[in-house]
């Protein structure tokens, strides 16, 4: 049996208030469809811990940089829904863009600081799309758990903050990446890629993996880097964007003692593809 897809918001309130009546917990996971198998372990992961499930589907215009970005977005519905349909998923709310931002809309939320570097100095206004679809998603669904996987660390680190600093009632669960068998972070953009760009892509986790094994071992952080630079220009890589080690929580330099991250963002066969891993500084 296929959970319910409610595409209004007034159905989906009604459900809610008859789950908080009953004393349930309720789980949500945010998500821009076109789902894979790292959204399905963070339904899983939901299901395991709450009494129902919410899961998202809205691509939000807001946090794309690019008018074609957001058109060439993939949008799986039908598909989407059968995926979800064994895993036990109470509700799949779809609101149209109109329901989300309604020509009154004037509200825009901003995470200071965190959401500067990074994603934030190549996607600017990216992370006030994220923010504002993000609380408004949390309001919509009054969920007490919200789940995001560590593979958009960044988001990750911005939704977090966004929870503590204006004391919404919802706890934040970090899902760990899930990879494909060659390393590649699953994606939804990973679709865009040709045959021969997939089976390229698998080198930019291998250079971050093996850059991270350098730095623990002792190797220069330059040199560690320089050496993922090349190992990812080799394998066919455009631009790369970004490639830094930083703070784990705060993103920025990293400090004796604590958790670092490595992350990267660089161009494949016109898709942009990030990544992250620890790192445990020596």
Aim: aromatic letters at 6%; hydrophobic letters at 45%; charged letters at 20%.
């Amino acid at each position: 049996m296929s959970a319910p897809i409610l595409p209004d918001l007034a159905d989906l309130r009604a459900a809610v208030r008859q789950w908080k009546a009953d004393g349930q917990v309720i789980g949500v996971v945010p998500t821009m469809g076109a789902l894979h198998d790292g959204h399905l372990s963070l339904v899983r992961r939901a299901r395991e811990s709450c009494d129902r499930v919410i899961v998202t589907i809205f691509v939000n215009p807001r946090q794309f940089n690019s008018a074609e970005d957001f058109a060439r977005y993939p949008r799986t519905e039908d598909s989407d829904a059968a995926l979800l349909a064994p895993l036990g998923v109470d509700a799949v709310f779809v609101p149209d863009a109109a329901q989300v931002y309604p020509p009154s809309h004037a509200t825009v939320v901003s995470v200071s600081g965190i959401s500067e570097p990074l994603e934030g100095a190549h996607r600017p206004g990216h992370f006030d799309g994220v923010a504002t679809v993000v609380t408004l998603l949390f309001n919509m669904t009054q969920a007490d758990r919200a789940y995001f996987g560590e593979k958009d660390w960044q988001q990750l680190q911005v939704v977090t903050r966004l929870v503590q600093d204006l004391k919404l009632p919802v706890e934040i669960i970090p899902c760990p990446s899930i990879r494909a068998d060659d390393g590649l972070a699953l994606s939804s953009r990973n679709q865009r890629l040709t045959p021969q760009g997939r089976a390229q892509a698998a080198a930019l986790p291998a250079a971050l993996f093996e850059a991270a094994r350098q730095i623990e071992s002792g190797t220069p952080e330059q040199q560690a880097l320089a050496s993922a630079l090349a190992t990812i220009a080799d394998a066919g890589f455009g631009e790369v964007e970004y490639l830094e080690l930083r703070d784990a929580a705060t993103l920025g330099p990293v400090l004796p003692d604590r958790p670092a991250r490595l992350l990267v963002a660089a161009w494949l066969d016109g898709v942009r593809l990030i990544d992250n891993v620890g790192v445990t500084l020596p």
